[in-house]
């Protein structure tokens, strides 16, 4: 049962997400990142806080872990995606050109988010290295909603919610740079998709890797914490750190809020069923 629901989990966070991103898109026709992406990045950036510090690490904590080791955990962790989004920007620099990868720096993206705003530099030949990146994530994103399932199916759907909720604006930007690189829109979006399915993948491997590996579950749910926040924090909210008139910036936090919420929602509803 719980296999099933990693699989159905991982195929709505993943392919779901695409969908959603290409019907935002649609929505708001081919303007360049406007106030939609940025609700969505405010959004994203509370559900992903609200996963980890509400739902992720009290469940890890609850375990028989040492705290010590956790956090030891939860610091490599979020180390360890720093030093991966530097060599993204580094391997994104040499392919595209160093003055696009500095100009990327100074706006606050890390490689994750350079999908989103700066790959039409080189786009002619960033198509196969955005769906490749993207492929690998989608996997890390797979195996991280089963560790959660693994632990209980309310931090399940949690965690696959969030994962929907932060890679909304990071497909979108994908489905810009195949766009850009592809005549067909719809090869773009079949292609963008394919990607998001690999997290079922993930999923499915990663059911079979935690419960072989039952005493390590607190370990990967301190990993997948450090991944939502350093996401959140790394990545999305410096995006959001621009000068806005008191309207937009009130409506900022009101959907940063939304996110939090959302995921305190979505976690009373399951706990309740």
């Given at each position: 049962m719980t296999l099933v629901a990693i699989i159905l989990a991982t195929l709505a966070a993943g392919i779901g997400s695409v969908w959603v991103a290409a019907l935002l898109m649609g929505l708001g026709g081919n303007r360049s990142p406007g106030m939609m992406p940025q609700r969505l990045l405010s959004l994203a950036?509370?559900?992903?806080?609200a996963t980890a510090f509400m739902h992720l690490l009290p469940?890890?904590?609850?375990?028989?872990?040492?705290?010590?080791?956790?956090?030891?955990?939860?610091?490599?962790?979020?180390?360890?995606?720093?030093?991966?989004?530097?060599?993204?920007l580094w391997h994104h620099g040499h392919e595209h050109g160093a003055p696009p990868a500095h100009e990327h720096d100074h706006h606050g993206h890390d490689g994750d988010h350079d999908h989103s705003h700066g790959h039409h530099h080189g786009h002619r030949h960033?198509?196969?290295?955005?769906?490749?990146?993207?492929?690998?994530?989608?996997?890390?994103?797979?195996?991280?909603?089963?560790?959660?399932?693994?632990?209980?199916?309310?931090?399940?759907?949690?965690?696959?919610?969030?994962?929907?909720?932060?890679?909304?604006p990071h497909h979108m930007g994908d489905i810009v740079v195949l766009r850009q690189s592809s005549s067909n829109r719809r090869v773009a979006l079949i292609k963008v998709s394919m990607a998001g399915a690999v997290t079922t993948l993930g999923g499915i491997g990663g059911y079979f890797l935690v419960g072989q590996l039952q005493e390590l579950?607190?370990?990967?749910?301190a990993v997948a914490s450090s991944s939502f926040i350093y996401v959140a924090l790394a990545d999305l909210i410096p995006q959001l750190q621009k000068r806005l008139s008191a309207r937009e910036t009130v409506a900022q936090v009101g959907w940063l809020m939304l996110g939090i919420v959302l995921v305190t929602v979505v976690s009373r509803a399951a706990h309740a069923h």
């Open positions: 950036a509370g559900a992903l806080l469940e890890a904590f609850e375990s028989e872990a040492g705290a010590h080791d956790l956090f030891v955990t939860l610091l490599v962790g979020l180390v360890f995606f720093f030093l991966l989004s530097k060599a993204e960033g198509g196969w290295a955005v769906l490749t990146g993207d492929s690998v994530h989608c996997f890390g994103d797979g195996v991280l909603i089963a560790s959660a399932f693994m632990a209980d199916m309310r931090l399940g759907l949690i965690a696959a919610v969030s994962v929907l909720a932060h890679e909304v579950l607190p370990y990967f749910l």
